[in-house]
Every structure is written in C-alpha cells, then in structure tokens.
C-alpha cells in the first residue's frame, strides 16, 4: 500500500530564510506527486503537482525517485507562506484517489 | 477557478439522527467526487469516491450503511451520516475533479464541522 511521511509536525523559520519541507512516500509503481496548502481559515488548494515541473509563489518540488522524496522548497520564506502543507500522491494509473501525509505547520516569524 | 461549495460548514445534533452533507461544484461538472475525514491534527482519510451515476467506492473499513452517498448529478455529491454518534464527530471534506480533467487535479470544499452530542 502507498504511503506518504511528513515527518515534521511543524516547522518554525524566520522570514527570508530557507524552507524545506519534507516528503517521502513509499509507492511501488510510478507516482504522481502533488502539494496541497491550507492557509488559515481557507480550505484546502493544490500548490504545485510534480508532473507540472513549475514554481509557484516561489515553491518548487523535485521528485527523486531515488530516494523517494518530492520536499518542497522556497529559498525564501515570506509571512504569508505561513500555512499547514500536505503532500499527496496519486495512487496510479487509472485511479484518482490521493493519499495524503499528515501535514507540516509551516510558521514564518517576521 | 474551480469552485467547490460544501454545505453545511458546521452542524451539531442528537446521537440518533442522520445528517447530510452536500458537496456541488459550482463551475464545473465533475464527474468524480471524493469524501474525506479528517481527525484532530491528523491528516485527510479518504473515506468514498463518488461517481456520478454510479455507487460509490468506500475505503476499507468505512461503513457504507453509515456514511451514505449519492451522486446524483454532474455538480452535486451527497453524504449522509445516518444514526450518528458521538465518535462520528469529525471534519468532512469533499472534493471533486473536473470532468475531462487530465490534470488530476481535486478541488476541494471548505469541510463540515459535524459535532454530535
């Protein structure tokens, strides 16, 4: 069965430092890749998808197959990156069902 | 963007009496929606995957006689807690993917805050 681990329950960084939040996943077949954020009081929205390879409000997520990893990255905190992140993987071919990991709180401090 | 509207945002009721929940997509029409629930500080369960027209596929160890769901139309997915009790107090999400959507993309509903007392 697929799983995806966030090991980090909450992440505590000053503004302008680096953010990396971390995902792992264990999957047997080819996956797909995605990160949702949650800002306060707001539902749940798509950040980026691996697939799509761009960057979003300075975000960007690598999928290394290696070492079964797809950590989200922005070399730059900002205050209004201060969110809950959940990574989420697609469970293959045919199948739109996401498993999610149990989220980052991610807290900038001005 | 896709919008995706949930009703109702919080309920409270009686142990005993059923609940529904609706889920519509406002601007699209989606073919597939998703139920989830979400426990305190834990992550997103799926819970059901909706097709329209169709029964809907429940994750193991989710009740199907409990959590009852209808999609009965392209834009509308309901989930009906039936006989609630104190341990089915949660927050429900839906979400749902466009029809034709090669993305994979779920856009997802503000949740329900079910309390039962």
């Known amino acids: 069965a697929q799983r995806v681990t966030q090991p980090e329950k909450l992440l505590s960084v000053f503004k302008g430092a680096p953010v990396e939040l971390k995902c792992n996943y264990s999957?047997?077949?080819?996956?797909?890749l995605f990160w949702y954020v949650q800002y306060s009081r707001q539902r749940l929205q798509l950040l980026l998808r691996?697939?799509s390879r761009e960057s979003i409000k300075g975000f960007t997520a690598d999928l290394n197959k290696g070492e079964t990893s797809f950590h989200l990255k922005k070399p730059f905190a900002q205050e209004e990156d201060s969110a809950m992140y959940y990574c989420a993987l697609r469970r293959g071919a045919g199948s739109y069902q996401l498993t999610f990991g149990k989220g980052t709180k991610l807290s900038v401090i001005p | 963007g896709a919008v995706v509207s949930q009703h109702p945002s919080r309920v409270i009721c009686k142990s005993g009496t059923s609940v529904k929940i609706e889920c519509r997509s406002l601007?699209?029409?989606?073919?597939?929606m998703f139920w989830y629930r979400q426990f305190p500080k834990q992550s997103l369960m799926l819970m059901a995957t909706?097709?329209?027209?169709?029964?809907?596929?429940?994750e193991q160890g989710v009740e199907k006689d409990k959590f009852l769901i209808n999609h009965a139309s392209l834009t509308l997915s309901t989930l009906t807690v039936t006989s609630a009790h104190p341990e089915d107090s949660s927050f429900y999400i839906c979400?749902?993917?466009?029809?034709?959507?090669?993305?994979?993309?779920?856009?997802f509903g503000a949740g329900t805050r079910l309390s039962v007392l």
């Open positions: 979400s749902a993917r466009g029809q034709g959507d090669g993305k994979n993309i779920q856009y």
């Open positions: 999957y047997s077949g080819s996956p797909e």
């Open positions: 909706s097709n329209e027209g169709s029964k809907a596929t429940y």
């Open positions: 691996h697939i």
């Open positions: 601007d699209f029409q989606a073919t597939t």
